[in-house]
C-alpha cells in the first residue's frame, strides 16, 4: 500500500534542453537507492532515458515515471522533455503533478523552453521550487540566474543557499537557515555529508542572504512581518512553515544550486522537496462533471470516495500498454473493473505497477493521490477519465496542442501497409499530437506533428519497435484556410435521375471567428424551412468540407456558419443531399468571403557567439523573419524571431554552418498569421 497522503509527494523535472534534468533524476534514483550505479545521460546509460532515440541523442522524448523514497516518503517522480517538439509530455505531466523542480542551467539561466515550462506551471497553478544546476561549469552564475528568473518569469525567487567556490572551484553549499557548510564526499559519490561552519571570509554575506531570505518570508505573513519589524527572533519552525505556505499558494519559489554530474547538492533538493512541495492533502480537489445531470463534483482525496482517475499517458512496450494513472479519488485495486467514461466501455484492470523508468513493480492497488500504471487496458486514450461504474464523472481533458509540420510516408513493401497503420494507430494513441490520414490526391498516408524532430522520431521508432521499413517525403508546412469578411452563401443539391431524387438547399451566414476558435455553428432557422432532422447533417457536412479547403486543399479553420434558411422537398429530400448542399454552400462562400491561407509562425530564438551576430540576423531576416528581442550575455547574442515554419526547414544545419558549429537555437510554435498575397499565389499553384 502507498504512504499516507502527508507523507506522499507527486512531482515533475522539468526545464530548457540540455539543463540536466535527466542528470538530476538520476541522482536522486540513486541517493534514494532506486539504482546503484549512476548511469549518465552522455553515456547514453541514464534509467529514466530508455528509448534508443533518447540515449543516442542524450534528450529526454517521453516522460518516465519513477517511485522512490526518501526520508519514510513516497515521491513519484516525472522526468519531463525539454525539447519543444515534445511539449505535449510536459502539459500533460503537470495535469497530474502537484509541484515541479524547475532546473536551470547555471550558465544559460532562463531559457526559451524554460519559459515554455514556467507558464504551463501557471496555467496549471502547480507549485515548484528551482534548482540551479550545472554550477560548476565555467561562468555558472547561481544569483544571476535568480535575477534572470525574478526579471522575465516574474517568479518572486528567493536564494535558501549560497554557493562556495566558482565554476571548477564549486566545493561546498551553505544552507541559509541552519548557517552551515555541506560538503559532499568525492571518495563515495557525494553520497556523504559532511557538515561544517561557515568560513570566516564568508560569514557577512551568508548573513546578509539569510536576513534578506528571512524578510522576503516575513512578508508573507502580516503576523511575522509585524514581529520582524519589531527585531523579534523568529524561529525557524515559523519561518519554514509561512514558506511552505508561500509556496504552496505559488507567492514565493525558493531558490536551491548544485552540480547534479558532480554530485553536489542533491539531498539538499530532496529535503527541500519534502519540506516545501505539496503532499495531495495540500492541494484543491480535482473537478469532475457527472454524466448523469451535468453536474459538477469535488473528487476527495480520500480511500472511502468511489474511484476517479486520470490517464494521463500511453506507452507501448514489449510488455504490452501501459496506461499511466492519477488517481485523484478511491481505490483502484488489481482485478477489479472500471468504467472509462469518455468511451462508454467497462474494462478489467489486469495488472498494477509502480515504474522505476524500464523496471516494473507489481503492485495489489493504487490509492487517493497515487500515480502509477496499469496494464493492458484495452481500450484507453491519453485524458481519458476511468472512474467506478456508480459514480460516472469527466475530469478535465488534457489539451493537445495542433500539429504544424506533416510529411508523406509509405512501406517499403506493400504488404507491410496493413502493419504500417497498426503500428501508428498505437503511437496516435500514446501520442495526441501525432496525427496520420490518408490523403486521396497523392494516395499517401500523411503523418502530422510538432516538428522536424517529432516526426524524425515517429518515423525512426516505426523501423525500431514496430519492424515497418518506410519511407518518409518531403516536409509539408500544415497551412489553414480561412474567410476574412461575413459573407451570406447558398448551397442547392437537386439531383433527378429516375425514381426519388435528391434535394437539399441551405442558406448560410459565414462570419471570420478569431485566430485559434476553430469552427462554430449555430441553427438560426425559424419557421421549419428546414425539418428539425436535418440539421445534424447539414453541420456534418459543413464539418466534412472544412477538412478540404477551396484555395489550396488545407484545413479551413476559424469561422462561424449561422444557418438561416433554406428549403426542403417532402420525398426528395434526405441528411445525404443536405450534407452535400452544405458543402456547396461552403465553397461559395471562400469564393465570396475574400479566403486567404495562413501559415504557422514560430518563435525562434537563437544564441551565438557575438563575432556571428550580424551573419544570424541577416539570414533570420531573409527567411521573413520578425526580430522582436535581442539581449547581451556574457559571451553570446541572443536573438528573438517569429519566422514563419516554411522558411525553417533546414534551419540547424545552416546555422552550424553558419557559425562554425557555436550557436544553438530552439524553436516553438507560436501563432497562425496571414501569408503575403505574392507567397499565397505560389503555394496555390504548386498545389495545382
Given at each position: 500500500?502507498?504512504?499516507?497522503?502527508?507523507?506522499?509527494?507527486?512531482?515533475?523535472?522539468?526545464?530548457?534542453?540540455?539543463?540536466?534534468?535527466?542528470?538530476?533524476?538520476?541522482?536522486?534514483?540513486?541517493?534514494?537507492?532506486?539504482?546503484?550505479?549512476?548511469?549518465?545521460?552522455?553515456?547514453?546509460?541514464?534509467?529514466?532515458?530508455?528509448?534508443?532515440?533518447?540515449?543516442?541523442?542524450?534528450?529526454?522524448?517521453?516522460?518516465?515515471?519513477?517511485?522512490?523514497?526518501?526520508?519514510?516518503?513516497?515521491?513519484?517522480?516525472?522526468?519531463?522533455?525539454?525539447?519543444?517538439?515534445?511539449?505535449?509530455?510536459?502539459?500533460?505531466?503537470?495535469?497530474?503533478?502537484?509541484?515541479?523542480?524547475?532546473?536551470?542551467?547555471?550558465?544559460?539561466?532562463?531559457?526559451?523552453?524554460?519559459?515554455?515550462?514556467?507558464?504551463?506551471?501557471?496555467?496549471?497553478?502547480?507549485?515548484?521550487?528551482?534548482?540551479?544546476?550545472?554550477?560548476?561549469?565555467?561562468?555558472?552564475?547561481?544569483?544571476?540566474?535568480?535575477?534572470?528568473?525574478?526579471?522575465?518569469?516574474?517568479?518572486?525567487?528567493?536564494?535558501?543557499?549560497?554557493?562556495?567556490?566558482?565554476?571548477?572551484?564549486?566545493?561546498?553549499?551553505?544552507?541559509?537557515?541552519?548557517?552551515?557548510?555541506?560538503?559532499?564526499?568525492?571518495?563515495?559519490?557525494?553520497?556523504?555529508?559532511?557538515?561544517?561552519?561557515?568560513?570566516?571570509?564568508?560569514?557577512?554575506?551568508?548573513?546578509?542572504?539569510?536576513?534578506?531570505?528571512?524578510?522576503?518570508?516575513?512578508?508573507?505573513?502580516?503576523?511575522?512581518?509585524?514581529?520582524?519589524?519589531?527585531?523579534?527572533?523568529?524561529?525557524?519552525?515559523?519561518?519554514?512553515?509561512?514558506?511552505?505556505?508561500?509556496?504552496?499558494?505559488?507567492?514565493?519559489?525558493?531558490?536551491?544550486?548544485?552540480?547534479?554530474?558532480?554530485?553536489?547538492?542533491?539531498?539538499?533538493?530532496?529535503?527541500?522537496?519534502?519540506?516545501?512541495?505539496?503532499?495531495?492533502?495540500?492541494?484543491?480537489?480535482?473537478?469532475?462533471?457527472?454524466?448523469?445531470?451535468?453536474?459538477?463534483?469535488?473528487?476527495?482525496?480520500?480511500?472511502?470516495?468511489?474511484?476517479?482517475?486520470?490517464?494521463?499517458?500511453?506507452?507501448?512496450?514489449?510488455?504490452?500498454?501501459?496506461?499511466?494513472?492519477?488517481?485523484?479519488?478511491?481505490?483502484?485495486?488489481?482485478?477489479?473493473?472500471?468504467?472509462?467514461?469518455?468511451?462508454?466501455?467497462?474494462?478489467?484492470?489486469?495488472?498494477?505497477?509502480r515504474l522505476r523508468a524500464s523496471k516494473k513493480e507489481e503492485v495489489d492497488s493504487l490509492s487517493a493521490g497515487d500515480i502509477?500504471?496499469?496494464?493492458?487496458?484495452?481500450?484507453?486514450?491519453?485524458?481519458?477519465?476511468?472512474?467506478?461504474?456508480?459514480?460516472?464523472?469527466?475530469?478535465?481533458?488534457?489539451?493537445?496542442?495542433?500539429?504544424?509540420?506533416?510529411?508523406?510516408?509509405?512501406?517499403?513493401?506493400?504488404?507491410?501497409?496493413?502493419?504500417?497503420?497498426?503500428?501508428?494507430?498505437?503511437?496516435?494513441?500514446?501520442?495526441?499530437?501525432?496525427?496520420?490520414?490518408?490523403?486521396?490526391?497523392?494516395?499517401?498516408?500523411?503523418?502530422?506533428?510538432?516538428?522536424?524532430?517529432?516526426?524524425?522520431?515517429?518515423?525512426?521508432?516505426l523501423k525500431r519497435e514496430h519492424k515497418v521499413e518506410v519511407s518518409q517525403g518531403k516536409l509539408q508546412v500544415a497551412y489553414?484556410?480561412?474567410?476574412?469578411?461575413?459573407?451570406?452563401?447558398?448551397?442547392?443539391?437537386?439531383?433527378?435521375?429516375?425514381?426519388?431524387?435528391?434535394?437539399?438547399?441551405?442558406?448560410?451566414?459565414?462570419?471570420?471567428?478569431?485566430?485559434?476558435?476553430?469552427?462554430?455553428?449555430?441553427?438560426?432557422?425559424?419557421?421549419?424551412?428546414?425539418p428539425r432532422e436535418y440539421i445534424p447533417a447539414i453541420q456534418k457536412g459543413l464539418e466534412e468540407a472544412k477538412e478540404i479547403?477551396?484555395?489550396?486543399?488545407?484545413?479551413?479553420?476559424?469561422?462561424?456558419?449561422?444557418?438561416?434558411?433554406?428549403?426542403?422537398?417532402?420525398?426528395?429530400?434526405?441528411?445525404?443531399?443536405?450534407?452535400?448542399?452544405?458543402?456547396?454552400?461552403?465553397?461559395?462562400?471562400?469564393?465570396?468571403?475574400?479566403?486567404?491561407?495562413?501559415?504557422?509562425?514560430?518563435?525562434?530564438?537563437?544564441?551565438?557567439?557575438?563575432?556571428?551576430?550580424?551573419?544570424?540576423?541577416?539570414?533570420?531576416?531573409?527567411?521573413?523573419?520578425?526580430?522582436?528581442?535581442?539581449?547581451?550575455?556574457?559571451?553570446?547574442?541572443?536573438?528573438?524571431?517569429?519566422?514563419?515554419?516554411?522558411?525553417?526547414?533546414?534551419?540547424?544545419?545552416?546555422?552550424?554552418?553558419?557559425?562554425?558549429?557555436?550557436?544553438?537555437?530552439?524553436?516553438?510554435?507560436?501563432?497562425?498569421?496571414?501569408?503575403?498575397?505574392?507567397?499565397?499565389?505560389?503555394?496555390?499553384?504548386?498545389?495545382?
Amino acid at each position: 500500500m502507498s504512504k499516507q497522503l502527508d507523507k506522499m509527494r507527486n512531482i515533475g523535472i522539468a526545464a530548457h534542453i540540455d539543463s540536466g534534468k535527466t542528470t538530476v533524476t538520476e541522482r536522486i534514483l540513486y541517493y534514494t537507492g532506486v539504482v546503484h550505479k549512476i548511469g549518465e545521460v552522455h553515456e547514453g546509460a541514464a534509467t529514466t532515458d530508455f528509448m534508443p532515440q533518447e540515449q543516442e541523442r542524450g534528450i529526454t522524448i517521453q516522460s518516465a515515471a519513477i517511485t522512490c523514497e526518501w526520508k519514510d516518503n513516497q515521491i513519484n517522480i516525472i522526468d519531463t522533455p525539454g525539447h519543444v517538439d515534445f511539449t505535449i509530455e510536459v502539459g500533460r505531466s503537470l495535469r497530474v503533478l502537484d509541484g515541479v523542480i524547475a532546473v536551470f542551467c547555471g550558465v544559460g539561466g532562463v531559457q526559451p523552453q524554460s519559459e515554455t515550462v514556467w507558464r504551463q506551471t501557471n496555467r496549471y497553478k502547480v507549485p515548484r521550487i528551482v534548482f540551479v544546476n550545472k554550477m560548476d561549469r565555467v561562468g555558472a552564475d547561481y544569483f544571476k540566474v535568480i535575477d534572470q528568473i525574478n526579471l522575465k518569469l516574474q517568479g518572486n525567487v528567493v536564494p535558501m543557499q549560497l554557493p562556495v567556490g566558482e565554476s571548477e572551484n564549486f566545493s561546498a553549499i551553505i544552507d541559509l537557515f541552519s548557517m552551515k557548510m555541506y560538503i559532499f564526499d568525492d571518495k563515495d559519490r557525494g553520497s556523504s555529508l559532511i557538515i561544517k561552519d561557515i568560513p570566516a571570509d564568508l560569514l557577512s554575506r551568508a548573513q546578509d542572504l539569510r536576513s534578506t531570505m528571512i524578510e522576503k518570508i516575513c512578508e508573507l505573513e502580516e503576523s511575522l512581518s509585524e514581529r520582524f519589524l519589531e527585531g523579534d527572533n523568529i524561529s525557524e519552525l515559523d519561518l519554514k512553515q509561512a514558506l511552505r505556505k508561500g509556496v504552496l499558494e505559488r507567492r514565493i519559489t525558493p531558490a536551491f544550486c548544485g552540480t547534479a554530474f558532480k554530485n553536489k547538492g542533491i539531498q539538499l533538493l530532496l529535503d527541500a522537496v519534502v519540506e516545501y512541495l505539496p503532499s495531495p492533502n495540500d492541494i484543491d480537489s480535482a473537478k469532475g462533471i457527472l454524466v448523469s445531470n451535468n453536474q459538477e463534483v469535488e473528487c476527495l482525496a480520500k480511500n472511502s470516495e468511489p474511484l476517479a482517475g486520470l490517464v494521463f499517458k500511453i506507452i507501448t512496450d514489449q510488455f504490452g500498454v501501459l496506461s499511466f494513472v492519477r488517481i485523484y479519488s478511491g481505490v483502484l485495486r488489481s482485478g477489479s473493473y472500471v468504467m472509462n467514461v469518455n468511451k462508454g466501455t467497462k474494462d478489467r484492470v489486469s495488472r498494477l505497477v509502480r515504474l522505476r523508468a524500464s523496471k516494473k513493480e507489481e503492485v495489489d492497488s493504487l490509492s487517493a493521490g497515487d500515480i502509477g500504471a496499469i496494464v493492458g487496458l484495452k481500450d484507453s486514450s491519453t485524458g481519458d477519465t476511468i472512474c467506478d461504474e456508480s459514480r460516472q464523472l469527466l475530469l478535465e481533458k488534457i489539451d493537445v496542442p495542433a500539429p504544424v509540420i506533416s510529411a508523406s510516408i509509405e512501406p517499403a513493401n506493400k504488404s507491410d501497409y496493413e502493419k504500417m497503420i497498426l503500428s501508428l494507430r498505437k503511437m496516435t494513441q500514446e501520442d495526441p499530437s501525432l496525427h496520420f490520414t490518408f490523403d486521396k490526391e497523392i494516395g499517401q498516408t500523411v503523418i502530422r506533428g510538432m516538428g522536424e524532430l517529432h516526426l524524425e522520431i515517429v518515423v525512426d521508432r516505426l523501423k525500431r519497435e514496430h519492424k515497418v521499413e518506410v519511407s518518409q517525403g518531403k516536409l509539408q508546412v500544415a497551412y489553414k484556410e480561412t474567410i476574412q469578411r461575413a459573407v451570406n452563401a447558398e448551397g442547392k443539391y437537386i439531383k433527378q435521375s429516375g425514381g426519388r431524387g435528391n434535394y437539399g438547399h441551405v442558406k448560410i451566414k459565414f462570419e471570420p471567428l478569431a485566430r485559434g476558435k476553430g469552427f462554430e455553428f449555430e441553427n438560426a432557422i425559424v419557421g421549419g424551412s428546414i425539418p428539425r432532422e436535418y440539421i445534424p447533417a447539414i453541420q456534418k457536412g459543413l464539418e466534412e468540407a472544412k477538412e478540404i479547403g477551396v484555395l489550396a486543399g488545407y484545413q479551413i479553420v476559424d469561422f462561424k456558419a449561422i444557418l438561416y434558411d433554406g428549403s426542403y422537398h417532402d420525398v426528395d429530400s434526405s441528411e445525404l443531399a443536405f450534407k452535400v448542399a452544405a458543402s456547396l454552400c461552403l465553397k461559395d462562400a471562400m469564393q465570396k468571403a475574400n479566403a486567404c491561407l495562413l501559415e504557422p509562425i514560430m518563435r525562434v530564438e537563437v544564441e551565438t557567439p557575438a563575432d556571428y551576430f550580424g551573419d544570424v540576423m541577416g539570414d533570420l531576416n531573409s527567411r521573413r523573419g520578425k526580430i522582436t528581442g535581442m539581449e547581451s550575455q556574457s559571451d553570446a547574442q541572443s536573438i528573438i524571431a517569429e519566422v514563419p515554419l516554411g522558411h525553417m526547414f533546414g534551419y540547424s544545419t545552416e546555422l552550424r554552418s553558419m557559425t562554425k558549429g557555436r550557436a544553438t537555437y530552439s524553436m516553438e510554435f507560436f501563432a497562425y498569421r496571414e501569408v503575403p498575397k505574392v507567397i499565397q499565389d505560389s503555394i496555390i499553384e504548386s498545389k495545382k
